[in-house]
């Protein structure tokens, strides 16, 4: 019996056919990617003083204009949730496929562009670098005149703080529902979409516009749409299901394209 890896109709070996063949290669993450790191996922029920709450309600501009304190004591919450969690094999899996200036089958350099939903920084700390498109956990702006606010922050505490410029509400630097995405991402993350030949979907719900839309306008320039997940999303934009989690398929598909191009 072979295994899924070694039989040439299973979906690893397509993906890992169709990717040593790709001039270029965009990534999207999402919040699967950190789940095997100890984050729990946007969709995921919420636990402890928050369980009555969806994340949808708190990563929401109307919710921080009608009550900053609940949205900003949510964050500081979050924060001591992600302060001590360390990359995981999939996140080591990307950089040691990006670092190593990859070859396509027939000995062109590879383009791999990182493009991540996740305002972690758990590429960062594997040694990647990613656009974010929604923003940093770790950074804070001022709600009204947008100056960073850069003075350490004790995540233990919930008292709001204020801008030293104006007197405003001092907030996340994480685009929220109704927020524009940052416009410098955001060009990359198009371009590197439409220009991709293979387009990498992986740990996203693929149900939060605009970033979800990208797989569609590779899709639509020609690109093949793999998709990893242990729940499978079932887009139509998806040719190729990698079905399980990504800690496990990342690290053997980064492998075996080492294995086909060696
Ligand atoms: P979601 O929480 O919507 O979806 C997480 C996805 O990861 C689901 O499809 C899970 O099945 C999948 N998943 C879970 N464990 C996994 C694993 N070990 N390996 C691979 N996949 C796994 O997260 P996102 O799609 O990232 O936006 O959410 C998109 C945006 O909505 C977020 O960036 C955030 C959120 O509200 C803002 O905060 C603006």
């Not at 063949?21 to 636990?47: H, M, N, W, Y």
């Not at 770790?138 to 003075?151: I, L, Q, S």
């Not at 529902?177 to 198009?190: D, I, K, R, S, V």
Request: proline letters at 6%.
């Amino acid at each position: 019996m072979n295994t899924a890896a070694e039989n040439p109709q299973s979906p690893f070996h397509q993906a890992v056919h169709a990717i040593i063949s790709a001039r270029k290669v965009c990534i999207l993450t999402g919040a699967g990617i950190s789940a095997e790191s100890g984050i729990p996922t946007f969709r995921d029920k919420q636990t402890g003083l928050w369980e009555n709450y969806r994340a949808e309600d708190l990563a929401n501009i109307n919710a921080f204009h009608r009550d900053p304190q609940l949205v900003w004591s949510w964050y500081q919450w979050r924060r001591t949730l992600v302060q001590d969690k360390k990359p995981n094999p999939a996140h080591h899996a990307l950089f040691e496929w990006v670092q190593k200036t990859p070859s396509t089958q027939s000995g062109q350099t590879q383009e791999v562009v990182l493009i991540t939903q996740n305002v972690d920084d758990l590429h960062e700390q594997a040694g990647s670098t990613a656009a974010h498109l929604h923003g940093h956990l770790w950074k804070n702006r001022c709600a009204d005149c947008h100056k960073p606010y850069e003075a350490p922050i004790d995540y233990q505490s919930d008292a709001l703080l204020i801008c030293e410029h104006c007197g405003g509400y001092v907030r996340p630097d994480i685009v929220w529902f109704g927020e524009m995405l940052p416009q410098q991402a955001w060009q990359h993350a198009e371009l590197a979409a439409s220009e991709c030949d293979v387009f990498i979907s992986i740990g996203t719900s693929s149900i939060v516009y605009p970033a979800a839309g990208l797989a569609g306008l590779a899709k639509s320039h020609g690109a093949t749409i793999i998709e990893v997940n242990p729940n499978p999303t079932n887009a139509p934009v998806v040719d190729i299901q990698l079905e399980g989690k990504a800690g496990d398929i990342l690290p053997a598909l980064v492998a075996a394209l080492n294995d086909n191009l060696t």
